[in-house]
């Protein structure tokens, strides 16, 4: 039997982790075959936020790359080397930060480091739907509505479910 850690939640005033949750369904004599973490998208999104591209110029040393400053509501304005036919100052985009592994729909995850790519430091990426797992368009980067706070974990903004499934050993009766 399979058990929704977030649906127990909303029964029982839980403040333990899933693993310690399923420690003690054990030691009240069910026996607990696994704990598994469940995301509707996978990786869940973390480490992505929403961001705003401020400037977009183009990239001296290549034809088909431009140079972004994106603001996520830090204070301070990221440098963004993008490749993106689409991209244009003033867009809501979602931002993959330094640190953050990404899982695309196609591939191996990638985890973000600051970079040079044709000499211009780059401080992130800027995100298709593909790239994230949130779809298979590789048709630009993803465009988002203006009305969305700088800085929103793109979990929230996507509504991501991140869940552990309990799963509960049952025993058949005679």
């Known amino acids: ?26 030691d009240c004599g ?6 598994e973490k469940h995301e509707t998208v996978k990786g869940g999104l973390d480490g992505l936020v929403i961001g705003e591209i401020k400037t977009k ?5 290549a034809d088909r790359l431009s140079l972004t400053t994106v603001d996520i509501g830090t204070g301070t304005l990221l440098k963004i080397v993008c490749g993106a036919q689409n991209v ?9 930060t330094i640190g953050t ?3 695309p729909a196609k591939g191996e ?11 211009a430091v780059s401080e992130g990426m800027i995100c298709a739907e593909d790239e994230i ?40 009766l005679d």
Request: proline share 5%.
């Open 109 to 119: 995850p990638l985890t973000m480091k600051k970079a040079k790519i044709r000499g």
């Open 133 to 172: 797992g949130l779809g298979k368009s590789h048709d630009g980067i993803l465009v988002l509505p203006n009305g969305i706070t700088l800085g929103t974990k793109s979990a929230d903004y996507f509504e991501i479910e991140n869940d552990v499934d309990i799963q509960i050993l049952t025993t058949p």
């Open 57 to 61: 110029d183009k990239h001296p040393d």
């Open 88 to 96: 244009a100052a003033g867009q809501k985009v979602v931002v993959a």
């Open 101 to 103: 592994t990404i899982y």
């Open 30 to 35: 069910l026996e607990v075959e696994s704990v």
């Open 1 to 26: 039997m399979k058990i929704s850690y977030n649906w127990l939640k909303q029964y029982i005033n839980l403040d333990i982790t899933p693993e310690k949750t399923a420690q003690v369904l054990t």
